[in-house]
C-alpha cells in the first residue's frame, strides 16, 4: 500500500514538473477583476483589459479631439497564432464615433503606447454610459523585435510581466480620461472654434 502510494506522489511529481510555465496564469492576473487571460494552444495568454472612470459629459467633437490627443493612432497586426478565442480578423480594426444598439456612444480607436521600455498595441472601446466611462482594451500585444507594425500576444504568465503591460493600457485610459474630464469643466458644450486639448 504504501509503495503504491508513493509511485503515485512521484508520477504526479514527474506530470507537475511537465507543466510549461506559460499554462500558469500570474496569480495577480487571476486575481484581477480587470484583466481576462485567455487560452492558447502553447500557453496563457492577456485577452483583455478593462477599467472604468467617472463618466464625462462631452460632445462627439470632444470625445474626438481627446482621441487624438491622448492616442498614438497606428494601423497593427496582431500575430494571433494559436489562441483559442480570436477576435474576429475580418472585423475593422480603426474606428471612430460609432453607436451600439442601445444608442449609447461607442468610440474606439488601435493604438501603440510606449511603457517601461514596451511597445504595446491595443484596440481601445470607450462606451460613456450614464454611470461611467467604459475603457475597455482587446487585441493586446507587444512588438515583435525588428518586425514594424507586427506585435505578439502578451503572456498572462509571470515571466511574461503581464501586470506591467496592463498597467500600460491603464495609463492609456487614464490620459484619455483626464482629457475629457478637463474637456468637461472648462468646455461644457460644442465648441465652435474647434478648441484642440493640450497633450
Known sequence: MMTKTWMGVAALTLMTGCVSGQ??????????REIHPVQGADGNYLGSFAVRRPYTEVTPMQLEQCLNASVEQRQVTL?????????????EMAFNGMSDDGNNEVSGV??????????????????????ANYYYFDRLGEASTGQDNQFAPIGAWSSAAP?????GFEAVADQMQS????VASNTPGEDPTGWQPQP
Open 110 to 131: 488601435t493604438g501603440v503606447t510606449h511603457y517601461e521600455g514596451r511597445d504595446l498595441a491595443y484596440r481601445l472601446d470607450i462606451q460613456r454610459l450614464p454611470e
Open 23 to 32: 499554462y500558469i496564469v500570474d496569480d495577480q492576473v487571476s486575481e484581477s
Open 79 to 91: 500575430a494571433a497564432g494559436k489562441l483559442r478565442q480570436l477576435t474576429d480578423q475580418s472585423d
Open 179 to 182: 482629457c475629457l474630464e478637463k
Open 163 to 167: 501586470l506591467q503591460a496592463s498597467q
